[in-house]
């Protein structure tokens, strides 16, 4: 018994040799020490994944529906080696979430330069046709809704 009181007595001496000798940086590592405590949420490792929208969830759900179409139709272009067509249709609908009005015009003038795209295989322009009407018809839409085009007769 007597020897572990003297190998406690002895090992807080050597402890209080090191802090002396450490200094003023003492206060800082008591201070790290004491700021270090349980996290209090669960890691991220074992949470559920929330899942992401693809557009921000304040706006309109025909503009929600124009910037989906976009984004379907932007990926389809860069996948096929139009990489300055997509950037300008992502810049477009970039444009429509802080004014809409002129986003919904630069989408249009994008859609007519895709008017010019003629890819080489069949499958590819029957995708492409696909994609730029389901477009146009979301950006008509809106441009109705917002009144900005006159309606359209059936």
């Given amino acids: 018994?007597?020897?572990?009181?003297?190998?406690?007595?002895?090992?807080?001496?050597?402890?209080?040799?090191?802090?002396?000798?450490?200094?003023?940086?003492?206060?800082?590592?008591?201070?790290?020490?004491?700021?270090?405590?349980?996290?209090?949420?669960?890691?991220?490792?074992?949470?559920?994944?929330?899942?992401r929208e693809v557009v921000p969830p304040?706006?309109?759900?025909?503009?929600?529906?124009?910037?989906?179409?976009a984004a379907r139709l932007t990926n389809w272009l860069r996948t096929h080696g139009h990489d300055d067509l997509s950037r300008e249709l992502r810049s477009a609908a970039g444009r429509i979430t802080g004014n809409e009005a002129a986003g919904l015009y630069a989408m249009q003038t994008v859609l007519r330069r895709l008017r010019t795209l003629n890819p080489?295989?069949?499958?590819?322009?029957?995708?492409?046709?696909?994609?730029?009407?389901?477009?146009r018809i979301a950006v008509q839409d809106r441009f109705e809704q917002l009144e900005l085009l006159p309606f359209r007769r059936p």
């Fill in 1 to 51: 018994m007597l020897e572990v009181l003297v190998a406690v007595v002895v090992g807080l001496l050597v402890v209080a040799g090191v802090l002396v000798m450490m200094g003023p940086s003492t206060a800082r590592i008591i201070r790290r020490v004491r700021a270090i405590r349980r996290p209090t949420t669960v890691p991220a490792v074992f949470q559920v994944a929330k899942p």
């Fill in 58 to 69: 304040g706006l309109n759900p025909k503009t929600q529906r124009v910037l989906v179409a």
């Fill in 120 to 135: 080489d295989d069949r499958a590819g322009q029957e995708r492409l046709k696909a994609l730029t009407s389901e477009l």
